[in-house]
């Protein structure tokens, strides 16, 4: 919170910085100007939250000055400080919403007084300008999330083109007879969430969103997520006749390797379309997907080349029973990697025989739960896998989740404290869950559902309270530059760290630092 202090006489100036207490009333900063033009300027520039205005000076007296005020700053408070009584500067002080009116000489108790009035004043305005803030940013997510379904279900063919999606393609200024078209398949994709986004979601994809729309530039765009496994990105073509691939989708791309380290595989529709003929359109461009080689990522298989014929994973059925009877996770685990090794040594996969593998995963799932008591719902591979090492990971996960929902005796609170002393001495590495499922063997459901039951937090804000214990002691005992500490518990981005830790404490990690420095004795 800042102070200022307008007044033509230094010793006023200095008088009434002496009697108030900065540190009593929240002040972080206390400025000074000798005239109206010199404070209309540390006004701009500084947006103090209360100002001392003295009224008869020199160049801008005090009743300008108070109504620039109320047009430039109109939460900010004003004390009223004067040596004339005249009825004019009274009413000047009244008009421009001031909190008192003050007579020279003045006392330390009048000066306080007034000015815990105005902090109270100004507090409660900012707490209503922030609540409404935060109204209108919920409303416009809700919206966006409502328009993002609305899209979506129209694009899988769920629903009919109606007038609230024609609303959306006009509000992002897409002209429904020329769209180009792409599906993007991310890999990897709960990876970056987990070690650049602390696990949030939202957060990751409002970054990728933000990316992409800087990487097109001014033509119209919109991203949409049809499921976490694929997202529909529509561009403004050039002409409802283009028949050329749009290089567009190929800057995203890079743009989402360099920013994020994001790798995605995509598939674009050859032609532009109309958003009638959306959905057929995308159905071309996933077709163009399932002939992408998932180890390595970019290249295209060619039509004419011959695929190698996979190993049905319907071959591992009696030995993932006979471990799962055991409830025997590594047992599980090794069968599981060695399969993954089969797949590698083909030396190309496509797409499409990825899936294969996915749907006799399914069916293997639903048969060895069938075949379990309390096994429901049956654990299921998303299709749109893009990569093998995500795919293993995922379908360990579903035998995970198996073993959980089967066996009532697995998993118990050794582990469960496992995890958290693992998260006690690795908080600053990059930690997902999961890479949690991957070490302990365990679905993200299970962690999250028993971690919650047993230390009554979850994995997200105790990591979050490890590292903000952590950057307390850090910033309270040492000169430690912020960013330096930042990327010491794991924080890419310094500005993102900054907003975590005044979240958690109510201070900016500067100002944390320089209050718990000034209590110190020896500051180091």
């Known amino acids: 919170?800042?102070?200022?202090?307008?007044?033509?006489?230094?010793?006023?100036?200095?008088?009434?910085?002496?009697?108030?207490?900065?540190?009593?009333?929240?002040?972080?900063?206390?400025?000074?100007?000798?005239?109206?033009?010199?404070?209309?300027?540390?006004?701009?520039?500084?947006?103090?939250?209360?100002?001392?205005?003295?009224?008869?000076?020199?160049?801008?007296n005090g009743i300008e000055l108070l109504e620039k005020i109320r047009e430039l700053q109109p939460n900010t408070q004003v004390i009223v400080i004067s040596g004339y009584s005249d009825f004019e500067y009274t009413r000047a002080a009244i008009k421009a919403n001031g909190v008192d009116y003050i007579l020279k000489p003045f006392h330390r108790k009048e000066l306080e007084e007034a000015l815990q009035k105005a902090v109270n004043a100004w507090n409660e305005l900012e707490s209503k300008k922030q609540s409404e803030t935060e109204h209108g940013h919920i409303v416009r997510k809700a919206d966006a999330m409502l328009d993002e379904k609305k899209l979506a279900s129209y694009a899988r063919g769920e629903s009919q083109l109606n007038d609230a999606v024609r609303r959306l393609f006009a509000k992002h200024g897409l002209s429904e007879q020329?769209?180009?078209?792409?599906?993007?398949?991310?890999?990897?994709?709960?990876?970056?969430?987990?070690?650049?986004?602390?696990?949030?979601?939202?957060?990751?994809?409002?970054?990728?969103?933000?990316?992409a729309r800087d990487a097109i530039g001014e033509r119209p765009n919109y991203l949409c997520r049809l499921n976490d496994y694929q997202w529909l990105i529509i561009v403004g073509a050039n002409s409802p006749v283009q028949r050329t691939l749009d290089p567009s989708f190929d800057r995203v791309r890079r743009a989402w390797k360099t920013t994020l380290g994001l790798d995605v595989l995509i598939g674009q529709c050859p032609r532009a379309c109309s958003a009638t003929e959306l959905v057929q359109a995308i159905g071309e461009a996933k077709n163009e997907l399932l002939g992408c080689d998932v180890l390595s990522g970019k290249a295209m298989l060619s039509k004419a080349s011959s695929t190698p014929e996979i190993p049905p994973f319907m071959n591992q059925q009696l030995l993932l029973q006979t471990a799962i009877d055991a409830g025997n996770k590594r047992f599980v685990l090794d069968i599981v990697g060695k399969?993954?090794?089969?797949?590698?040594?083909?030396?190309?996969?496509?797409?499409?025989?990825?899936?294969?593998?996915?749907?006799?995963?399914?069916?293997?799932?639903?048969?060895?739960a069938a075949k379990q008591s309390g096994a429901s719902p049956v654990p299921n591979l998303p299709l749109w896998i893009s990569d093998l090492e995500e795919w293993e990971k995922m379908l360990l996960q579903q035998f995970w989740v198996l073993l959980e929902t089967t066996n009532s005796s697995f998993a118990g609170n050794k582990e469960i404290e496992a995890i958290r002393e693992y998260l006690n001495h690795h908080f600053h590495e990059d930690i997902s869950f999961s890479t949690l499922s991957e070490k302990f063997h365990l679905s993200p459901q299970y962690i999250s559902k028993k971690f919650k039951e047993t230390y009554n937090t979850t994995v997200i804000s105790y990591l979050t309270e490890l590292k903000i214990e952590k950057a307390e002691?850090?910033?309270?005992?040492?000169?430690?530059?912020?960013?330096?500490?930042?990327?010491?518990?794991?924080?890419?981005?310094?500005?993102?760290?900054?907003?975590?830790?005044?979240?958690?404490?109510?201070?900016?990690p500067l100002r944390y630092r320089k209050v718990r420095q000034q209590t110190q004795i020896f500051p180091i």
Do not use: W
């Open 339 to 368: 399969y993954g090794d089969s797949l590698r040594a083909q030396g190309t996969l496509a797409l499409k025989s990825l899936q294969i593998c996915s749907l006799e995963a399914n069916l293997l799932l639903s048969r060895l």
């Open 473 to 508: 002691a850090l910033l309270a005992n040492t000169n430690m530059p912020v960013a330096q500490i930042a990327n010491q518990l794991g924080y890419d981005d310094e500005n993102y760290f900054s907003k975590v830790f005044k979240k958690q404490t109510g201070m900016s």
């Open 1 to 60: 919170m800042k102070l200022l202090i307008v007044d033509d006489e230094q010793h006023v100036r200095e008088g009434i910085e002496l009697s108030i207490s900065a540190e009593k009333f929240g002040i972080t900063d206390i400025l000074m100007a000798e005239n109206g033009l010199e404070a209309l300027e540390l006004i701009k520039i500084s947006k103090p939250a209360v100002v001392f205005c003295d009224m008869k000076m020199p160049m801008m």
């Open 178 to 211: 020329a769209l180009s078209i792409a599906v993007i398949l991310p890999r990897k994709r709960m990876d970056i969430v987990g070690s650049r986004f602390e696990m949030d979601e939202e957060l990751f994809f409002f970054a990728v969103d933000n990316i």
